[in-house]
């Protein structure tokens, strides 16, 4: 931990020193005296928010719980060990995940400095001072939410010192997550609707349903009536419906379902795909009022020595591999991983447009002119490409002979880079997960039966009984590919017997006529949490713990 902070410090407030003089020079930043003004403030919740995008794609909590889960295998190459080891419940060295680790703790540093300023900052005025407090407890409590679900126990750091602590139970790190997500619920300004604040920034619609996404995990997973808070008091169900009463009323919250699923999706920008035109689709863009939360992404700093995420490199991990991308139109260029599990495509009912809308057929020549099995040495492929998060490309030229990623048409991007150009807003909250998430805290009242209805009307099917079970299924297709089925299956108690029912036989092209099976075991030994990182444990002397189920037996090996 205190390696983290030290390189913090070094990055965060230092930043422009140019010439280093015998003698202490007067505009160095330092703690003592940054941020100071509103226009420093600014600059460091900044910070906070861009670490949202620095994480490598299989570190972030979205893909890799994605992979984990049954919707995903590993795919990528032969020499892709990580994301078939992430697939498989198995690591590819004693510290896989360490990125991910040391991102939100960098995360939760800056937010705690930010938030030790905040009484002595000059503000211009105190609506901006509550609403960016808000913002910054918001993502505080997102780091740690995101923590706790990939690591379980870790160490709730509550300051900007530098301390060697060990992992912290549960209970008081969902605490913690649970005050501040309380106190932005309040600081967060009430009278705004989505579309009167900046694309990407913290809403208070968003702080209402990611306490609901919380309050959901910690009381499945850990079996609890309530979320407690540090003073003793607690977070109720019916707390959370009235929060979530809020936020699912369109006329409050400004958000809602936009009319066609299939318009969340970039795919329904291009309108030389026949499945567009077919279907009169018409792209919704980033932003719309179906996302609540999402991190923002550009191309402007494409340049591989900017040390974020240049771009959405989940759809370039996801992308086609090794293909001739005129004749996979318009499915561009990528590393091949995350091959979806052909189960998911025989239990999904052909009359919900939602399948074809998220997974298409490689086989299937109204989807592809052409597709090469076995392209680079292509593993784990089944057939099926999820199409929420991959890269799209539209025509170059008038003649069709050049294709080029959608960005540098709509945005006039000028880096033509299939690695850089994906600007795709990856959705971390939805509306429709809103309405499913209500649904579940409603049960047994009508309210559960309305918010479920809303859903599904949207895609043409008809009523059914607001039950868990059916509220379980719904999620699982609506929400297919975007990064919570896996946390879903663990707080349900179900990732046991549903991640091994799935994940059995699965077939395996490793040509179009050759097949092999392969079947993925979930390890219950691990309570469903990653391996806590050796090099960390290292650094604190031992003072961190390991995670049951991450001895020898969880290293890497092939399974055909």
Excluded at 443 to 452: D, E, I, R, V, Y
Aim: glycine share 6%.
């Amino acid at each position: 931990m205190k390696k983290i902070i030290l390189s913090l410090v070094v990055g965060l407030f230092l930043m422009g020193c140019e010439d280093f003089l015998d003698t202490e020079p007067t505009n160095l930043k330092t703690m003592e005296n940054y941020p100071e003004t509103q226009e420093d403030a600014e600059q460091v919740l900044t910070g906070i928010y861009s670490v949202l995008a620095m994480p490598d794609p299989l570190q972030t909590s979205f893909l890799s719980s994605e992979l984990r889960s049954d919707n995903m295998l590993g795919g990528g190459g032969p020499t892709d060990i990580s994301t078939k080891a992430i697939a498989q419940c198995q690591k590819w060295s004693e510290s896989s995940f360490a990125v991910a680790w040391r991102t939100n703790y960098m995360g939760i540093f800056r937010a705690n400095v930010f938030l030790e300023a905040i009484d002595k900052i000059k503000w211009d005025n105190d609506e901006t001072r509550r609403h960016m407090e808000g913002e910054a407890r918001f993502l505080r409590a997102h780091y740690y939410f995101d923590l706790s679900r990939m690591f379980g126990d870790v160490c709730l750091v509550k300051t900007s010192e530098s301390v060697n602590i060990p992992r912290t139970p549960a209970a008081e790190t969902y605490a913690f997550i649970a005050a501040d997500l309380k106190k932005a619920i309040e600081e967060l300004l009430p009278v705004e609707k989505y579309d009167a604040v900046e694309s990407g920034r913290v809403t208070k619609w968003a702080a209402q349903a990611l306490m609901a996404r919380v309050f959901l995990f910690y009381t499945g997973y850990y079996q609890q009536d309530a979320l407690p808070l540090p003073d003793g008091g607690q977070v109720t169900k019916d707390d959370v419906i009235a929060w979530l009463d809020e936020c699912t009323d369109t006329s409050i919250s400004g958000h809602d379902l936009v009319s066609d699923f299939r318009n969340l999706w970039p795919y329904s920008y291009v309108q030389d795909y026949k499945f567009t035109k077919e279907n009169n689709l018409k792209w919704e863009g980033d932003g719309n009022k179906e996302t609540v939360f999402a991190i923002k992404f550009s191309n402007k700093f494409a340049n591989w020595d900017y040390p974020y995420q240049k771009s959405n490199q989940i759809c370039l991990y996801l992308g086609l591999r090794g293909q001739n991308y005129l004749r996979t139109f318009p499915f561009g260029q990528g590393w091949g991983f995350g091959t979806v599990n052909p189960k998911i495509w025989e239990e999904w009912p052909d009359e919900d447009i939602r399948k074809t809308g998220s997974i298409f057929n490689v086989t299937n020549r109204d989807e592809v002119v052409l597709y090469t099995f076995g392209a680079d040495s292509h593993v784990d492929e089944t057939s099926y490409v999820q199409k929420k998060y991959i890269p799209i490309n539209v025509y170059a030229d008038g003649t069709h002979t050049v294709v080029h990623n959608y960005s540098m048409e709509l945005y006039g991007n000028t880096v033509d880079n299939y690695m850089l150009n994906n600007t795709q807003d990856l959705v971390l909250i939805r509306f429709a997960d809103v309405l499913l998430m209500a649904a579940e805290l409603n049960l047994g009242n009508g309210k559960a039966q309305t918010f479920l209805d809303r859903v599904r009307a949207r895609v043409g099917l008809p009523s059914v009984p607001a039950t868990l079970d059916n509220i379980k299924n719904e999620r699982r297709f609506e929400l297919a590919f975007e990064g919570v089925r896996f946390y879903d299956l663990l707080r349900w108690h179900d990732a046991d017997r549903v991640l091994n029912e799935n994940q059995k036989d699965i077939v395996i092209y490793r040509s179009r006529t050759e097949t092999v099976t392969k079947t993925i075991t979930y390890r219950p030994e691990t309570n469903g949490f990653l391996q806590i990182p050796l090099s960390e444990i290292e650094l604190s002397k031992g003072v961190l713990t390991a995670n049951p189920g991450w001895g020898s037996e969880a290293a890497y090996q092939d399974i055909y």
